[in-house]
């Protein structure tokens, strides 16, 4: 069974700074890419981010491009998202998902991002 | 950035009724590999979302056979054959031509 397990998330200042994890199992990890995908207190999904099978291609939304860096271990099956210079509208539920380069397939159960002073 | 508009907003129906949500894009998502990256996601109250249809019509794993996708190019279509009452939510279109994005969201309730 496919899961996706995502943590790191919580309460940060203005322009401070977070790193979500997002710890896979029952798949082969390195096989896929990976996304994150974040929805706002009562908003709709936004894809933030996805990383390729090697981590050797990522891509960004313009919204947090040089802000926010998108990694993983494949060693550790773990996808990262560090988040820096955090703003009030970076509040979310941050999501993980596997898929492909363009396509989400499974989904984790979310990690909330409050960004407030 | 391709925008992806979903109507209606939302959507009250009678259990066993069917259902249709319509997806337009503001440009083809026929890709030059010759697949069209079309999603359709229905996230439950208070749960993460969950992908039905891949690529335009393929149900994903598990997915009932009462959903079906349709469509090409610009122009696409969620359909629910029968509705129950597990199928509440909010159905969202995704295209997945970078970057990737979302419909606004198509609210599904009981009546």
């Known amino acids: 069974e496919v899961q996706l397990v995502e943590s790191g998330g919580g309460l940060v200042q203005p322009g401070g700074s977070l790193r979500l994890s997002c710890a896979a199992s029952?798949?082969?990890?390195?096989?896929?890419?990976m996304h994150w995908v974040r929805q706002a207190p009562g908003k709709g999904l936004v894809w933030v981010s996805r990383?390729?099978?090697?981590?050797?291609?990522?891509s960004y939304a313009d919204s947090v491009k040089g802000r926010f860096t998108i990694s993983r271990d494949n060693a550790k099956n773990t996808l990262y998202l560090q988040m820096n210079s955090l703003r009030a509208e970076d509040t979310a539920v941050y999501y993980c998902?596997?898929?492909?380069?363009?396509?989400?397939?499974?989904w984790g159960q979310g990690t909330l991002v409050t960004v407030s002073s | 950035d391709i925008v992806m508009t979903q109507t209606p907003l939302s959507l009250s129906v009678t259990p066993g009724q069917p259902a249709s949500i319509s997806c337009k894009s503001s440009?083809?998502?026929?890709?030059?590999?010759?697949?069209?990256?079309l999603y359709w996601y229905l996230q439950k109250p208070g749960q993460s979302p969950q992908l039905l249809i891949y690529?335009?019509?393929s149900r994903f794993s598990g997915v009932p056979d009462r959903f079906s996708g349709s469509g090409s190019g610009t122009d696409f279509t969620l359909k629910i054959s029968r509705v129950e009452a597990e199928d509440v939510g909010v159905y969202y279109c995704?295209?997945?031509?970078?970057?990737?994005?979302f419909g606004g969201g198509t609210k599904v309730e009981i009546k």
């Open positions: 440009q083809s998502l026929l890709h030059s590999d010759g697949k069209t990256y």
């Open positions: 998902a596997r898929g492909g380069g363009g396509s989400c397939y499974d």
């Open positions: 690529e335009v019509s």
């Open positions: 029952g798949f082969t990890f390195r096989s896929y890419w």
């Open positions: 990383i390729n099978t090697d981590g050797s291609t990522t």
């Open positions: 995704m295209q997945g031509i970078h970057p990737l994005t």
